[in-house]
């Protein structure tokens, strides 16, 4: 079995999370394992959660790095240093560089995953940091994967990545006779037009 360790800030419902959960939706549970450290206590994505342990995955909290980072390196080396394949670390920018000097001390390979092009927060100061943290912290043996060219060039520069796509079941989202007969049955729209506008307020 090939176990996988997946450090990522939360399990909420972002992007990077998302791509996790379809991933891990399709895998073999007998083939990999996948284990998560993470800094926030509250699990927001309930589905998420169910499936790492359905799958039979553990959730490792670990400290904030910027509340604690001296625990926040022991708690990590505690979990690394178990015994993994690969540790994958998911990051929008390079501020938090523990993970990966962490993961380095152990046999595990390491996979930086760039997913944004950009640091939202922080300002000047954290693109600073960033740029600091990729020219010293990120090794040439480095797996590099990215989520867009940008997002490549964002984190990674001229040492460039392999893209990896959206895992996402497209089958789930094909076109349905009988689910466009049903939906204008209950709204009574029968063969008007109709168009949909989805909002992520409210409901």
Known sequence: MIKILHIIHGLNLGGAETFIFNLLSG???DEFRF???IQEPEIK????E????DKGGKIFIIKDFFKNPVAHTQYLKRVVKTG???VHIHINAFINPIPAIVATQYKSRVIIHSHNSQNVRGGILSKFVHKLNTSLFLSPKFIRLSCSRKA???MFGSRGSKMILNAVDTERYSFSEKSR???RSIYGIKDRYCFLSVSDRGH
């Open 27 to 29: 895998i073999n549970s």
């Open 35 to 37: 284990d998560f450290a």
């Open 45 to 48: 994505h309930k589905q998420f």
């Open 50 to 53: 169910k499936l790492i342990y």
């Open 84 to 86: 993994y394949d690969f």
């Open 152 to 154: 490549s060039d964002w």
């Open 181 to 183: 007969n049903d939906i």
